[in-house]
């Protein structure tokens, strides 16, 4: 999955992609280098980051998603809102990737459910603002695994086909980096495929810090997704989600190829 942000504010590639035109020749050059979909999303969710206006974000997304369409590309939309979301299914988006898992808009359920499109259901404590204050875990694997399944259970009784559902175990998002290690420590036993986004992402340059601390830049942390990415191949990763295309898709057929030798 490759990321298109259409945003002036993403943590790693923030207005880059912002001009419609350049989102879409991005998310063509995405394609071409091996991805499977493209994910569009026009609300960045890095921490601290404030909500944009249902208008602005329907905005920046829809004419990209059209234009991917038209070009035969496989688009999702990355959205925590019922009515964009059905309004990137009717531009082409093939898939809803909702990092609230329903939480933020109670409406995304029966727009999925009616639209008949995979689901991606993310872990999330809530909006980027203050997500980081709610990072407190005991058993960070248990929990994460128990408050996706309430939401699983949550979106199938609201009309969701339980073969169309994806979960996240949302790195990043109201997590330390603590939580994150041992999260994809422990990316096999879920109930249903999972996707994992952790490309670019803070822990990953944390963990790469120069000896005075400073954290790598994230552009710069692109090596250390690669190491992930090879790692959820290798456990049964239904997805990545990821801004480099071509080296990603290169650890999952080496990661493919692995788990194939094995039988």
Not at 75 to 88: I, K, L, N, P
Not at 237 to 260: E, F, L, M, Y
Request: charged share 25%; hydrophobic share 45%; net charge negative.
């Amino acid at each position: 999955m490759g990321v298109v942000n259409v945003t002036p504010d993403s943590f790693s590639d923030g207005g880059e992609w912002f001009d419609p035109e350049r989102a879409v020749k991005h998310g063509l050059e995405l394609f071409h280098e091996g991805a499977d979909i493209v994910d569009v999303g026009g609300e960045s969710t890095r921490p601290g980051a404030q909500r944009v206006s249902l208008p602005e974000e329907l905005r920046r997304v829809v004419p990209v998603i059209e234009a991917l369409h038209r070009e035969g590309v496989p688009v999702s939309v990355d959205t925590m809102r019922a009515e964009v979301a059905e309004a990137a299914v009717a531009a082409g988006a093939r898939l809803v990737n909702d990092v609230s898992g329903g939480l933020a808009d109670p409406g995304m359920p029966q727009v999925v459910a009616a639209a008949k499109v995979p689901y991606v259901v993310m872990h999330w404590r809530g909006h980027s603002h203050d997500m980081q204050t709610r990072a407190v875990y005991q058993d960070v694997v248990r929990e994460v695994r128990d408050e996706l399944n309430t939401r699983v259970d949550a979106v199938i009784a609201q009309g969701v086909d339980p073969s169309m559902i994806v979960l996240d175990p949302g790195l990043g998002f109201a997590k330390q980096p603590e939580h994150n290690w041992r999260l994809l420590a422990h990316l096999s036993g879920y109930a249903f495929p999972v996707l994992v986004g952790a490309s670019r992402k803070r822990f990953l340059g944390r963990l790469l810090a120069t000896p005075d601390g400073t954290p790598r830049a994230f552009d710069e942390c692109d090596d250390a997704t690669l190491a992930v990415t090879a790692l959820a191949a290798a456990e049964g990763a239904w997805c990545v989600r990821v801004h480099k295309v071509r080296p990603n898709a290169d650890a999952v057929r080496v990661a493919a190829a692995i788990r194939s030798a094995r039988g």
